[in-house]
Nanobody, 123 residues
Framework: QVQLVESGGGLVQAGGSLRLSCAAS????????VGWFRQAPGKEREFVAA????????YYTDSVKGRFTISRDNAKNTVYLQMNSLKPEDTAVYYC????????????????WGQGTQVTVSS
């Protein structure tokens, strides 16, 4: 089992930055691919970014490329999502998810999910 806890959300003005953290406990987290997803009110959950455990390769949805950066610190069992140049349309609950397979993370079939952290961007 892997337990995931997100933190770092909050209220920020447009153009500002936030860094989300996804802390894991349980099995060896370094062997898991981890992704970030978000769900805005009235909308479906969408993929934001992911990082592969083996290669360290990163993946982003087009709307956040150049603004968001996913990274991981295996020693701390934590994955981060640095969000810069935030826009009101980035407002959502952000979730992290983990799985041994990067494809399962990217397609929202990950085995483990956190409870989410709210990000609100004011205009």
């Amino acid at each position: 089992q892997v337990q995931l806890v997100e933190s770092g959300g909050g209220l920020v003005q447009a153009g500002g930055s936030l860094r989300l953290s996804c802390a894991a406990s349980g099995r060896t987290f370094s062997r898991y691919a981890v992704g970030w997803f978000r769900q805005a009110p009235g909308k479906e959950r969408e993929f934001v970014a992911a990082i592969n455990w083996l290669s360290g390769s990163t993946y982003y949805t087009d709307s956040v490329k150049g603004r968001f950066t996913i990274s991981r610190d295996n020693a701390k069992n934590t994955v981060y999502l640095q969000m810069n140049s935030l826009k009101p349309e980035d407002t959502a609950v952000y979730y992290c998810a983990a799985d041994t397979k990067i494809l399962d993370v990217q397609t929202e079939r990950a085995d483990y999910w956190g409870q989410g952290t709210q990000v609100t961007v004011s205009s």
